[in-house]
């Protein structure tokens, strides 16, 4: 890239002598290789990337009777030197022996220099000369060398950082770069100044003495605080490049902070929100610095001495009397805290329980009693079923008995449930009642033996004619059933109704009479009679007093009449008497 550093450059590009005089020195002057006469020069400048090829025109018209061109470069307090000569009239080419040039340069018929593989010692002022027999331009370029760094990154960083401690974070290098780059820290996107003894920054510069290059170097003093736990650090070079200045950051990095413990906490590790008997337990001690305490003391209800123990200690199969405050501590014991821990228990207490063998007409009390660490809900069922108040047991009867369960629970503490059985068995001798019952059609007899007793009596029938074995039962329900036996007997019969358990033995006969069918009919008919005599007595007596009412209703009807008529006849006897006195 060029670019003229005057305005007027290209217009004051050359100078013209027109002496005679100076033709003659001018060529003296080419002979030694030296100018003596120097025209005011306007100056270009070309920015070459490092390692480019850098591209020199000569800036300069050509004229019809030149002779040759020629470039040299110019160092401030040095003398000239010349590199490259081209001939206008023999097409030739030649380059002066200059190590640092040789074999890079190329000089074009237009007489454009070319050196590739752009070095940091190409940075000099190069001056393009066309001559003539009688005059001599020139016309300087400037080049300037640019060489991108690398990108930086921070080395020797510390493998942690302590608050209140000024430490080597670590050094931001960039290699490689002309001209030198200048760094810059950041913590968080923000830049970091200088603070005494907080922040200190120390930069170094080195220059490789073959290439010509700088890497820069800044080491970074840091003394952190806690909020700089996962805080991004990062570094920055910027340098300048042929388009102006640029910026490169760094990958970013994050230190470990180490400070002290200031708080120490203490928890319960459990399944559960409640803890009841036989759980077990974790207590879990940690501290707030970094790294965290890895050991601590426990205080142990019931135990003298604390417990020196990693952050973790356990407690199996807890029993109410571990309920109280649980404390841990550093080991120096300058930081503690505690907690409080409440093992819920309950217990059930049911007098009597298990199988109770009760006779029936018996008094038994029952009582179930709770014990427990907060308010229990009580309930009892029988046979499953849950009942609406707990028994009570002043005259035992066979429906009594079954199975009890009083059962309590802890709704604050889940699983916290305990059940205890009754299992009632209500026993009774043997009771008998014996009943009959004809048919309608007075064809048999239905003769019932109703049985009262537990364990359940096996029933007998018997008669003077032997066992009767063809009894029919009903369900067997709160210690009674009743066994049935149909008869139709020709004449008297006694049955015998035989109950029996592990108890007693009891017996009870009844009498069943042939003709009892017979006494039935004549019974019914006899009602039958009676109520027909019934019947018609009653429409008699209706039948009376319809004739009493009909007879009373016409006497009534006569007397009216005979009042009627004696009102008449006196009406014509008073007529008869005003005619007598007129």
């Known amino acids: 890239m060029e670019t003229p550093s005057l305005a007027a450059a290209a217009d004051a590009s050359s100078c013209r002598r027109r002496s005679p005089l100076l033709t003659g020195l001018l060529r003296l002057w080419l002979l030694l290789g030296a100018l003596c006469l120097r025209p005011g020069l306007g100056l270009y400048k070309v920015n070459t990337i490092y390692g480019d090829t850098i591209i020199l ?36 080419v030649q380059y002066d022996d200059v190590p640092e040039y040789k074999d890079r340069l190329s000089l074009s018929e237009n007489y454009t220099l070319s050196i590739n593989n752009a070095r940091i010692g190409d940075e000099k002022k ?31 960083q510390a ?81 300048f490049a042929p ?15 180490h400070y002290p413990t200031e708080k120490v906490k203490i928890q319960v590790l459990s399944q559960r929100n409640s803890i009841k008997e036989g759980d077990n337990i974790t207590l879990k001690c940690s501290g707030n610095g970094n790294p965290p305490p890895q ?19 356990a407690l199996i199969d807890v029993r109410r009397n571990a309920t109280g405050e649980y404390r841990c501590a550093l080991t120096d014991e300058s ?108 064809s048999y007899k239905t003769i019932s033996c109703h049985v009262e007793g537990f364990p359940k009596p096996a029933v007998q029938w018997t008669s003077s004619g032997g066992v009767i074995n063809k009894a029919k039962e009903t369900k067997y329900m709160n210690g009674k059933f009743v066994s049935k036996i149909k008869i139709a007997p020709e ?13 007693e033995r009891t017996v009870n006969s009844l009498n069943v009479s042939a003709n009892d069918n017979m006494e039935n009919v004549n019974d019914q008919a006899k009602l039958i009679v009676g109520i027909v005599v019934g019947l018609l007595l009653a429409a008699l007596v209706a039948g009376v007093a319809y004739w009493l009412y009909v007879k009373k209703s016409k006497s009534a009807s006569k007397h009216v009449d005979k009042d009627l008529g004696n009102i008449e006849e006196n009406k014509k006897l008073e007529e008869n008497n005003h005619k007598s006195e007129a």
């Open 126 to 156: 190069f001056v393009c000369m066309l001559v003539t027999e009688d005059n001599v331009f020139e016309q300087a370029t400037i080049v300037k060398v640019f060489k991108q760094p690398s990108q930086p990154e921070i080395i020797s």
């Open 335 to 442: 930081l503690m805290d505690s907690t409080i821990i409440t093992v819920h228990y309950l217990d059930l207490s049911l007098t009597p329980s298990g199988e109770v063998i009760k006779q029936i007409g018996e008094a038994l009390p029952v009582s179930c009693t709770i014990s427990s660490s907060r308010n229990a809900t009580v309930f009892w069922l029988k046979d499953n079923t849950r009942m609406r108040s707990s028994p009570s047991f002043s005259s035992l009867q066979y429906q009594d008995a079954g199975n009890y369960i009083c059962e309590t629970t802890l709704q604050e503490v889940e699983g916290l449930k305990k059940r205890q059985i009754l299992t009632l068995i209500v026993q009774g001798k043997p009771q008998i009642k014996m009943t009959k019952k004809t048919s309608t059609d007075g």
């Open 57 to 92: 025109p000569c800036h300069l018209e050509v004229p019809n009777d030149l002779m040759f061109g020629k470039w040299k470069y110019e160092i401030a307090n040095k003398p000239s030197e010349f590199i490259a000569f081209r001939s206008a009239t023999k097409k030739n």
């Open 243 to 257: 388009t102006g200045q640029e910026t490169m950051r760094s990958e970013s990095a994050v230190f470990e902070i």
């Open 159 to 239: 493998e942690y950082l302590e608050t209140e401690q000024l430490k080597m974070l670590g050094q931001c290098i960039a290699k490689d770069g002309y001209p030198e780059g200048n760094l810059t820290w950041f913590k968080n996107g923000i830049v970091l100044q200088p603070v005494e003894e907080t922040i200190v920054i120390h930069e170094q510069t080195n220059v490789d003495q073959a290439s010509g290059l700088y890497t820069v170097i800044s080491s970074l003093e840091y003394k952190p605080t806690k909020d700089d736990t996962d805080a991004q650090f990062t570094c920055t070079v910027t340098y």
């Open 491 to 503: 004449e008297n019969v006694t049955l015998t109704c035989i109950a029996e358990n592990q108890l």
């Open 295 to 313: 050991e601590f003391l426990f205080y142990i209800p019931g135990e003298p001495e604390p417990i020196r123990s990693s952050s973790l200690y």
